[in-house]
């Protein structure tokens, strides 16, 4: 506005004149010197319009100035000769060290990536310049040439990742508890909240007696396990791959980060965080293994790739209010000789050949994590800190006891103050009666219920499934979290909605059903234990399932929830898969046979169970 004003003062004609021809010409010419003035005055306060505009436009994004690079591909030389003033308007521009123009700066340094390229208009008026400061700070990722050496292709150089979404680029080779800083930004935000009924990360979560947790398990992602990913176990059954350890020796480790970061980076994103929150879940449970700290002579794991993803998994979660439970899903050694464990086979920890160093390693492990995760930044949002999930059912329970004990001790005094978890070890809830008690809620038991992996329960019709959960899961918890005559805090870390061992890779590679009587030929363990058992509905898109059986589901998973909600709360396992309805809330429900909130349900254990008319009970 200001600039408009002065222009209409200069184009005021002088009202001022005399009779003399002389003084009248030298008039005259003055009038055209001033006219000429006058001219130039405008077209250099249009210009300088312009430019502010132009230069305004830029900053707000609406118009989008291409890099020199990307002009220059467009069209020949003169594309070309622009794009040399682009880079300082000389043209030789290769870095003569003379006072550069304000827009050269940031094309001209090369560690620079960022899209604000030639701004041309910019240095047509002084007083641009002004300008300048009000542009965001853009992020500056370094290129390959500003790593150093040692650090070049490691996991602490950016330019090697995958992604740099939602990443801190920025090169660092911090550590805490000797775990590395990267990708982490400095600030972050604990203010929201997951829904309305808990309260913001600020805030204390209360007592978990009365507000459960209702969390879902990011199963599949930073341990991998077949049936939740079957594509990347896609091999011929003589390539003998049956798990993350099979997998990564098979592919050797250049091939292994690639595919493995590839999946880290894919299979969960920031917009899963934003859906579990929105089903009405409140709690996170992330699988990890030891080779997300560190890794042995031969081991062929991928090494700490992982562990930057479950920081960034951790900033997402709190950027939609949600809490974590950690949970170290494979120790060295193999705790469990499970699959999921990393390595299937036998046990190497706590007995085996190794099983005394490997325990001796795992606990080494906690001391860094637990150094890492005592920082100020997660104390609002760990709230489970898991030690070992699921140690296999024939450790000799003192041993067992032992190191729980020992690795506790390590955690709390590194300073975390979340309830650390430890798992019933497959033993049920009744066999910790009594044992590791006195620690009040800072250690909480972690129980693993399905009906899926016995064939007693397995053989069970719908309702008496439904019937079972209600009645015994509810006594088993209710005792076990009686503190003068059970254990104490007790909650489920794993649960589903399959009624049968029906999906594909379950049970290991290719290894059948006991429903079906295919897994190690066992006799079919469907209600009517006889050649009827088939895993065709069980295997069916939700789509495709009759509302008899979606019904079914529903209340089978209601029915669950309600129950173990009797404990201080419960995670789903699991999120997400590739092909298993049934083993995923995500697709669950997309199928309609989950409710759509968490905390909002039609059907709970005090309701008579519903008649799922015609379907057949055994499917
Ligand atoms: C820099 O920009 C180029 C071209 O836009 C892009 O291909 C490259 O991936 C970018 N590098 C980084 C480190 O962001
Ligand atoms: C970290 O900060 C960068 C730059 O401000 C942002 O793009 C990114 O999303 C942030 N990361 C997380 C996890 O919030
Ligand atoms: C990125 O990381 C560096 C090094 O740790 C830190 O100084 C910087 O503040 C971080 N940036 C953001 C946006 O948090
Ligand atoms: C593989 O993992 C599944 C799912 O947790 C488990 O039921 C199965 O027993 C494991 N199989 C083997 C052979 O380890």
Same mark, same amino acid.
């Given at each position: 506005m200001a600039s408009a004003d002065i222009r209409m003062e200069t184009l005021t004609p002088p009202s001022t004149g005399t009779p003399d021809k002389l003084v009248a010409h030298q008039t005259a010419a003055k009038k055209s010197r001033r006219n000429i003035w006058i001219a130039i005055t405008t077209l250099i306060s249009i210009a300088a319009i312009v430019g502010i505009v132009i230069a305004v436009l830029i900053s707000q994004k609406v118009i989008r100035v291409g890099s020199s690079s990307s002009s220059s591909a467009v069209s020949g030389p003169a594309a070309t000769s622009q794009a040399a003033e682009a880079t300082g308007? #000389?043209?030789?521009? #290769?870095?003569?060290?003379? #006072? &550069?123009?304000?827009? %050269?700066?940031d094309s001209s340094n090369p560690a620079s990536n960022t899209s604000s390229g030639s701004k041309p208009t910019k240095s047509s008026s002084p007083d641009d310049e002004e300008e300048e400061p009000e542009e965001e700070p853009e992020v500056v990722c370094p290129s390959p040439s500003d790593i150093p050496k040692a650090s %070049? $292709?490691?996991?602490?150089? &950016?330019?090697?990742?995958y992604t740099l979404e939602g990443f801190n680029c920025t090169f660092t080779t911090s550590t805490i508890g000797s775990l590395p800083l990267i990708g982490l930004n400095s600030s972050y935000s604990?203010?929201?909240?997951?829904? &309305?009924n808990v309260p913001p990360l600020t805030k204390p979560w209360g007592s978990y007696v009365t507000r459960p947790a209702r969390g879902v398990n990011l199963g599949g992602w930073l341990s991998l396990e077949p049936f939740i990913t079957p594509s990347l176990f896609d091999y011929p059954k003589s390539a003998s791959i049956y798990d993350e350890y099979g997998l990564t020796l098979h592919l050797g480790p250049e091939k292994a980060a690639k595919v493995l970061e590839e999946h880290y980076a894919t299979f969960v994103t920031e917009s899963d965080f934003a859906q579990i929150a929105a089903a009405g879940l409140d709690h996170i449970r992330i699988p990890f293994s030891y080779w997300a700290v560190e890794t042995y002579p031969d081991d062929p794991y991928v090494p700490q790739i992982s562990w930057r993803y479950l920081l960034r998994g951790i900033e997402w979660a709190r950027k939609y209010g949600l809490r974590i439970k950690l949970d170290l899903h494979g120790l060295p050694g193999s705790q469990n000789s499970w699959n999921h464990s990393g390595r299937q086979g036998k046990v190497n920890w706590?007995?085996?050949?190794?099983g005394a160093v490997n325990a001796e390693r795992s606990l080494k492990i906690h001391d860094k994590l637990s150094k890492f995760f005592a920082q100020d930044r997660y104390k609002n949002i760990i709230a489970f800190y898991g030690l070992a999930n699921e140690p296999g059912r024939d450790h000799d329970i003192n041993a067992l006891i032992q190191w729980t004990q020992s690795a506790y001790k390590i955690v709390k005094d590194n300073g975390i103050d979340a309830s650390q978890v430890m798992s019933d070890a497959l033993r $049920?809830?009744?066999?910790?009666?009594?044992?590791?008690?006195?620690?009040g809620d800072s250690m909480v038991l972690d129980g693993h219920e399905y009906v899926i992996f016995d064939n007693a329960l397995l053989s069970k019709t719908h309702s008496e499934k439904i019937d079972f959960a209600c009645k015994v899961w509810v006594e088993q918890i209710t005792g076990s979290m009686n503190t003068a005559t059970g254990f104490g805090p007790t909650m489920v870390g794993e649960w589903s909605q399959a009624d049968t061992d029906c999906t594909l890779h379950l049970n290991g590679i290719s290894n059948g059903a006991r429903w079906t009587g295919t897994f190690f030929n066992?006799?079919?363990?469907?209600?009517?234990?006889?050649?009827?058992?088939?895993c065709e509905l069980a295997n069916a898109d939700p789509k495709d399932m009759s509302p008899e059986y979606k019904l079914f589901l529903k209340t089978w998973a209601e029915a669950q929830m309600d129950a173990f909600e009797k404990s201080w709360g419960w995670f789903y396992w699991t999120w997400k898969t590739e092909s298993a309805p049934l083993w995923s809330y995500k697709a669950g429900l997309e199928g309609g046979i989950m409710p759509k909130i968490a905390y909002e349900r039609d059907w709970h254990c005090d309701k008579p169970i519903p008649s799922f008319g015609k379907l057949s009970e055994i499917l």
């Open positions: 308007g #000389s043209g030789s521009g #290769s870095g003569d060290g003379s #006072s &550069p123009a304000p827009s %050269k700066t %070049k $292709g490691t996991i602490y150089d &950016p330019t090697s990742w604990n203010t929201a909240r997951a829904n &309305p706590l007995t085996g050949p190794d $049920g809830l009744g066999e910790w009666h009594g044992r590791m008690t006195g620690l066992g006799s079919p363990a469907c209600p009517t234990g006889d050649k009827q058992c088939s």
